[in-house]
């Protein structure tokens, strides 16, 4: 069963980037994963997906500050040029045998 | 445009039952797999079910045998009847498209409440 792991929690300041990761279990490296975010209140919000070769395609209306990338069993997110409104919970998500898998999700903090 | 609108939350009191709908637009819903996705209060999201464009259902082990997905597409309404209620089943509620082809979550709705307590 693939595991998804990211840190709890992440802050960088306004105007600066940040590089959130997403770790997938050994064995299953080579998954592809979705990044979401949801910002307070709000439902979540589908921002790209990232494949094993670090390809990834943005949902609809997802700014050009936000991209993705990948290194062995490691899927990330930047996102440059913080905004206040960035800042919010991210999770990613990928999929089993007949199943979805989430990450514990990392809150970012725009200081 | 994509829309997704849930409905049917609310207070059920354990052992409980309650029917959840999913109002879908903007997209050929009968081509699409969908999701139910929830997430308990200052918690993450935990996946729930899936079900096909086919009509095949995915649970996952957490509601295994409590939940039932099914889809209706003339209606192009989805729905999760969820039956034998337990606090821990309280959370936000949202259903969610999948992307053609993969697990994707490509869209999701707003949610709805459901709290079990008596």
């Known amino acids: 069963q693939v595991v998804l792991t990211q840190s709890p929690s992440a802050s960088a300041s306004l105007g600066a980037s940040v590089k959130l990761t997403c770790t997938l279990t050994?064995?299953?490296?080579?998954?592809?994963i979705a990044w979401h975010q949801q910002q307070p209140e709000k439902g979540p919000r589908f921002l790209m997906n990232?494949?094993?070769?670090?390809?990834?395609s943005k949902g609809d209306g997802i700014p050009d500050r936000f991209s993705g990338s990948s290194s062995g069993a490691e899927r990330y997110l930047t996102v440059s040029s913080l905004q206040s409104e960035d800042e919010a919970d991210y999770y990613c998500?990928?999929?089993?045998?007949?199943?979805?898998?989430f990450g514990g999700g990392t809150k970012l903090t725009v200081l | 445009e994509v829309q997704l609108l849930e409905s049917g939350g609310g207070l059920v009191q354990p052992g409980g039952s309650l029917r959840l709908s999913c109002a879908a637009s903007?997209?050929?819903?009968?081509?699409?797999?969908m999701s139910w996705v929830r997430q308990a209060p200052g918690k993450g999201l935990e996946w729930v079910s899936a079900?096909?464009?086919?009509?095949?259902?995915y649970y996952a082990d957490s509601v295994k045998g409590r939940v039932t997905i099914s889809r209706d597409n003339s209606k192009k309404t989805l729905y999760l009847q969820m039956n034998s209620l337990r606090a821990e089943d309280t959370a936000v509620y949202y259903c969610?498209?999948?992307?053609?082809?993969?697990?994707?979550?490509?869209?999701w709705g707003q949610g709805t409440l459901v709290t079990v307590s008596s």
């Open positions: 998500q990928t999929w089993g045998i007949d199943t979805v898998v």
């Open positions: 079900i096909s464009d086919g009509g095949g259902a």
């Open positions: 969610a498209k999948e992307a053609d082809g993969d697990y994707v979550l490509e869209y």
């Open positions: 050994s064995g299953h490296s080579g998954y592809a």
């Open positions: 903007g997209f050929t819903f009968k081509n699409f797999a």
């Open positions: 990232v494949n094993r070769d670090g390809s990834h």
